[in-house]
């Protein structure tokens, strides 16, 4: 029986680019769909219903930023941005506009497989040392069941990203306990930074997470910061303890 090939959509203007990303993503087992423009690439993100979408930022018609707002309108599926801006704040905008990370051009395809590999690992990925047999953390008005990767507010449902929810389960999976910034970055994106912007990713979805489920986001009471280390989740006090 045949396995389920993950499906990629390589989105950039650049007919060689999506050539070659073709080429070496189908040879690595991937099903490849491609688009050449924003407007595109919604069309065939519909169609297709890809795994895992790879975004350039500069392109006709839509760039790669109006597209990421509007699959996070629709979806929570991984995309990873190709940027060739400078700029390290052009590069933070796609994160805060929800995409899970980014990979700079000219960028090495074996480099950008990897990131592919991780983020599509680590989605797929369920349950920390420190969850409880259960699977369901409750902490505040806050569930996490980490069984069916979902997260509510009260009687609310509150979508994540794959890598948000990731991120978010680490910390609780060993709540009370700071994380560096550089741990969270290998434990959840599986790589080690080169430079000291990467971990910027890490500030975005932390920020990110905030928004969602602090009730005052600019004076968490959940997601910590530990000054001069990192961050950690409130120590969460299980029943029967102290």
Not at 125 to 130: E, F, H, L, N, Q
Not at 155 to 183: C, K, P, W, Y
Not at 184 to 196: A, F
Request: net charge negative; aromatic share 4%.
């Amino acid at each position: 029986m045949e396995s389920h090939k993950e499906k990629i959509l390589v989105v950039d203007d650049e007919a060689s680019i999506r050539r070659i990303l073709e080429t070496r993503l189908s040879m690595i087992g991937y099903d490849v769909v491609t688009a050449g423009d924003g407007e595109e690439a919604l069309e065939t993100f519909r169609k297709a219903e890809p795994d895992l979408v790879v975004l350039d930022v500069m392109m006709p018609k839509l760039d790669g930023y109006g597209v990421c707002q509007e699959l996070r309108k629709e979806s929570d599926v991984p995309i990873i941005m190709l940027t060739a801006l400078g700029d390290v704040a052009d590069r933070i905008t796609g994160l805060e506009l929800g995409a899970d990370d980014y990979v700079v051009k000219p960028f090495s395809p074996k480099e950008l497989e990897a990131r592919i590999r991780s983020v599509l690992r680590r989605v797929d990925k369920t349950g920390g040392s420190g969850i409880p047999s259960s699977g369901v953390i409750h902490v505040a008005n806050i569930r996490i069941d980490t069984n069916k990767r979902q997260v509510y507010k009260g009687d609310e449902r509150i979508r994540l990203t794959g890598m948000e929810f990731s991120l978010l389960e680490l910390l609780v999976s060993r709540s009370g306990e700071a994380f560096s910034r550089s741990e969270i970055l290998q434990e959840v994106w599986g790589y080690t930074p080169e430079r000291h912007v990467d971990t910027r990713v890490v500030d975005v979805h932390i920020s990110r997470l905030r928004a969602k489920l602090e009730d005052d986001p600019s004076n968490p009471e959940l997601i910590l910061t530990a000054r001069g280390t990192g961050y950690l989740f409130q120590r969460i006090i299980e029943p029967g303890e102290e």
